[in-house]
């Protein structure tokens, strides 16, 4: 009875609680505006802070990792360990297979600095397929990882199923199965592929299975395309248009950065040289500039054409004398003068629309600004294919305090330059709404595979930690048991890192305080600026100097170099990528001229001069 008595008071206590809330609620909701809105700021407030406050506690222990992550990739210098072991060694406490471990990782520091001085993509695969080659107790291990099928993240006995069918139908001649096969594998991330390209677990290629998995896919599409029956023919080709609709193409991206958006010269440099530039491309801020660049050159001159000089070419400068800068901000606000960077751009580019570009090019190049307030707007060919190149790149090279916003022209059909917005609408910097405009690349032309060149400085830290966190290979000659404790503390600082942009995200997108600059710092931060694949620079203390001075001969010289030796390691990736949309194309133009009979005007409609092929 006495425990029923004590429970009795508990829920009496407890009902009378809820009953007070209720009333108290019911009479915030009956009084004038006046009470619940305060009452709501003040819970908004309180909320607030407890979130910064958890906000500042990841912080703080984001810097307690990273100073433990410096620690160990730097101040514990490698002759410590090496010592070590010949301490170790001559107490007899180094067997054989440890002798012969720190005999791989003195082989293997001698490597990575041959590594380090190649020159070119094909001397840096060699090297790297020699490193693979070493033991994963001295941090590589990569061709034993190849070898071996297993992974969690990919599915192998789904891929092992599908190699073998398709093989058996291959062989067989069993046209109708090769196709049904093809409309189920060819899609991204296929039995978790592209999971398994992302572990970057060996410095070259991927798995034996999965590559001899894409060498059956390729095999069979070529196969397919060489039929000789023109019924069979035509029944191929729509099984590969289809194909091809489903898989989706690959785009490239270029960030923004400033001058160190001239890295990406290097990065398109390496991807044309291996025939793995894709056809679409899309600019921002500094990387307007060149992706403009590419739209304004042909197929047969763009490798000639990215040199060092390319920043003098036309004695005018991107960015004037820091004095010039200084001077121009204290009297108009802005660091630098429109008409100045419009006629560069001008120099550059000249009065090339869109639309022209693509016809010099074949490339769909867009460009990302920002209108009105919170506006994202992609120009290209199909968009505005009579928007001038140059006053494009303006725009979205006008970060807010470098220049102010400028008005983007068009040409009408006397060729005469009109503006292409209402008078009173400017453009700004694309990074603002969106540096990566992967969804309305997505909406134009069916892609859905971004290679992303990213050199927004402010990003390249916190991107490193995510590439290394999950197992990319780096320079650093790290020992084995090293590189696994460096591995664990950026996973982390990762996961910290990811827990402050949650906590941002939480403040930002409820708005309680409605504050227009809340809502651009939003746009700002809640991108997600990698793309299936993110090419990212190693910035030095020089480069982050730079970010804001034209860049010179010597510069140039650098940024190219360093953004080409940034993208030999994903050059595999992207190849396994970009192989199976290559082989469909280069069907599909097969079947295409055996079969299509319809006119000249008919068939100009569906691919252009250059090759672009229309979904």
Same mark, same amino acid.
């Given at each position: 009875?006495?425990?029923?008595?004590?429970?009795?008071?508990?829920?009496?206590?407890?009902?009378?609680?809820?009953?007070?809330?209720?009333?108290?609620?019911?009479?915030?909701?009956?009084?004038?505006?006046?009470?619940?809105?305060?009452?709501?700021?003040?819970?908004?407030?309180?909320?607030?802070?407890?979130?910064?406050?958890?906000?500042?506690?990841?912080?703080?222990?984001?810097?307690?990792?990273?100073?433990?992550?410096?620690?160990?990739?730097?101040?514990?210098?490698?002759?410590?360990?090496?010592?070590?072991?010949?301490?170790?060694?001559?107490?007899?406490?180094?067997?054989?297979?440890?002798?012969?471990?720190?005999?791989?990782?003195?082989?293997?520091?001698?490597?990575?600095?041959?590594?380090?001085?190649?020159?070119?993509?094909?001397?840096?695969?060699?090297?790297?397929?020699?490193?693979?080659?070493?033991?994963?107790?001295?941090?590589?291990?990569?061709?034993?990882?190849?070898?071996?099928?297993?992974?969690?993240?990919?599915?192998?006995?789904?891929?092992?199923?599908?190699?073998?069918?398709?093989?058996?139908?291959?062989?067989?001649?069993?046209?109708?199965?090769?196709?049904?096969?093809?409309?189920?594998?060819?899609?991204?991330?296929?039995?978790?592929?592209?999971?398994?390209?992302?572990?970057?677990?060996?410095?070259?290629?991927?798995?034996?299975?999965?590559?001899?998995?894409?060498?059956?896919?390729?095999?069979?599409?070529?196969?397919?395309?060489?039929?000789?029956?023109?019924?069979?023919?035509?029944?191929?080709?729509?099984?590969?248009?289809? @194909?091809?609709?489903? =898989?989706? #193409? &690959? *785009?490239? $991206?270029? /960030?923004?950065?400033?001058?160190?958006? +001239?890295?990406?010269?290097?990065?398109?440099?390496?991807?044309?040289?291996?025939?793995?530039?894709?056809?679409?491309?899309?600019?921002?801020?500094?990387?307007?500039?060149?992706?403009?660049?590419?739209?304004?050159?042909?197929?047969?001159?763009?490798?000639?054409?990215?040199?060092?000089?390319?920043?003098?070419?036309?004695?005018?400068?991107?960015?004037?004398?820091?004095?010039?800068?200084?001077?121009?901000?204290?009297?108009?606000?802005?660091?630098?003068?429109?008409?100045?960077?419009?006629?560069?751009?001008?120099?550059?580019?000249?009065?090339?629309?869109?639309?022209?570009?693509?016809?010099?090019?074949?490339?769909?190049?867009?460009?990302?600004?920002?209108?009105?307030?919170?506006?994202?707007?992609?120009?290209?060919?199909?968009? @505005?294919?009579?928007? =001038?190149? #140059? &006053? *494009?790149? $303006?725009? /979205?090279?006008?970060?807010?305090?470098? +220049?102010?916003?400028?008005?983007?022209?068009?040409?009408?059909?006397?060729?005469?330059?009109?503006?292409?917005?209402?008078?009173?609408?400017?453009?700004?910097?694309?990074?603002?709404?969106?540096?990566?405009?992967?969804?309305?690349?997505?909406?134009?032309?069916?892609?859905?595979?971004?290679?992303?060149?990213?050199?927004?400085?402010?990003?390249?830290?916190?991107?490193?930690?995510?590439?290394?966190?999950?197992?990319?290979?780096?320079?650093?000659?790290?020992?084995?048991?090293?590189?696994?404790?460096?591995?664990?503390?950026?996973?982390?600082?990762?996961?910290?890192?990811?827990?402050?942009?949650?906590?941002?995200?939480?403040?930002?997108?409820?708005?309680?305080?409605?504050?227009?600059?809340?809502?651009?710092?939003?746009?700002?931060?809640?991108?997600?600026?990698?793309?299936?694949?993110?090419?990212?620079?190693?910035?030095?203390?020089?480069?982050?100097?730079?970010?804001?001075?034209?860049?010179?001969?010597?510069?140039?010289?650098?940024?190219?170099?360093?953004?080409?030796?940034?993208?030999?390691?994903?050059?595999?990736?992207?190849?396994?990528?970009?192989?199976?949309?290559?082989?469909?194309?280069?069907?599909?133009?097969?079947?295409?001229?055996?079969?299509?009979?319809?006119?000249?005007?008919?068939?100009?409609?569906?691919?252009?001069?250059?090759?672009?092929?229309?979904?």
């Amino acid at each position: 009875m006495a425990f029923a008595h004590v429970w009795i008071e508990v829920a009496t206590a407890i009902g009378v609680r809820v009953l007070r809330v209720i009333l108290a609620a019911m009479l915030l909701a009956l009084a004038p505006p006046i009470f619940p809105n305060a009452a709501a700021h003040a819970l908004a407030l309180v909320l607030m802070f407890a979130e910064i406050a958890l906000l500042s506690v990841n912080a703080v222990l984001l810097a307690m990792v990273h100073l433990a992550i410096v620690l160990n990739k730097y101040v514990l210098p490698s002759w410590y360990h090496r010592a070590r072991v010949k301490v170790r060694e001559s107490a007899g406490g180094v067997d054989h297979k440890g002798r012969a471990n720190a005999h791989y990782s003195k082989l293997r520091q001698e490597t990575l600095a041959e590594l380090e001085r190649t020159e070119t993509y094909e001397a840096w695969r060699t090297i790297a397929n020699k490193l693979d080659a070493f033991p994963a107790e001295v941090g590589e291990g990569g061709s034993a990882w190849k070898l071996d099928d297993k992974s969690d993240a990919y599915d192998k006995v789904l891929v092992k199923v599908y190699l073998n069918t398709m093989k058996t139908a291959r062989e067989r001649g069993d046209i109708t199965s090769l196709g049904l096969c093809l409309r189920t594998v060819l899609h991204r991330n296929f039995a978790g592929i592209d999971r398994l390209l992302h572990l970057r677990s060996a410095r070259v290629g991927t798995k034996v299975l999965v590559q001899a998995f894409n060498d059956e896919i390729v095999a069979a599409i070529e196969y397919m395309s060489t039929t000789d029956d023109e019924e069979t023919a035509r029944e191929m080709l729509k099984v590969l248009r289809e @194909s091809y609709r489903s =898989l989706g #193409r &690959t *785009a490239l $991206c270029l /960030s923004g950065g400033g001058a160190l958006a +001239m890295y990406h010269f290097g990065v398109l440099l390496t991807l044309l040289r291996q025939g793995l530039c894709p056809q679409v491309i899309s600019g921002t801020s500094g990387g307007s500039i060149v992706a403009a660049f590419l739209a304004c050159h042909s197929p047969k001159d763009i490798v000639t054409s990215i040199r060092p000089d390319v920043s003098t070419r036309f004695g005018r400068r991107w960015f004037p004398l820091p004095i010039k800068m200084a001077l121009h901000f204290l009297k108009h606000g802005v660091l630098m003068d429109e008409a100045g960077f419009s006629k560069t751009t001008k120099a550059y580019f000249g009065d090339t629309t869109f639309e022209e570009g693509f016809a010099i090019s074949g490339l769909a190049v867009s460009i990302q600004v920002s209108i009105g307030s919170q506006t994202g707007y992609v120009l290209n060919h199909l968009t @505005s294919p009579n928007v =001038l190149i #140059r &006053t *494009a790149v $303006c725009a /979205s090279c006008a970060l807010p305090g470098l +220049m102010r916003p400028v008005e983007i022209l068009a040409k009408d059909k006397n060729g005469n330059l009109i503006p292409f917005h209402p008078p009173d609408v400017k453009s700004y910097d694309g990074t603002i709404t969106q540096d990566i405009p992967s969804a309305r690349m997505t909406e134009l032309f069916n892609c859905n595979n971004f290679i992303v060149s990213q050199v927004n400085p402010h990003l390249n830290f916190v991107l490193h930690l995510a590439e290394e966190s999950h197992g990319r290979k780096q320079k650093s000659a790290r020992s084995y048991q090293r590189r696994n404790a460096v591995q664990k503390l950026l996973r982390v600082a990762n996961f910290l890192l990811l827990n402050i942009k949650y906590s941002i995200q939480k403040l930002l997108e409820v708005d309680l305080l409605d504050i227009r600059f809340v809502r651009t710092l939003q746009g700002v931060l809640m991108q997600d600026f990698r793309g299936h694949i993110t090419i990212l620079p190693s910035l030095t203390w020089t480069d982050y100097s730079k970010i804001l001075l034209h860049p010179t001969e010597m510069d140039m010289q650098r940024y190219i170099s360093r953004g080409e030796q940034s993208t030999w390691p994903h050059i595999e990736a992207i190849r396994y990528t970009m192989r199976i949309e290559h082989a469909l194309v280069d069907g599909i133009r097969a079947l295409t001229r055996r079969t299509d009979t319809s006119s000249p005007a008919n068939k100009a409609k569906r691919q252009n001069s250059h090759g672009f092929l229309e979904h």
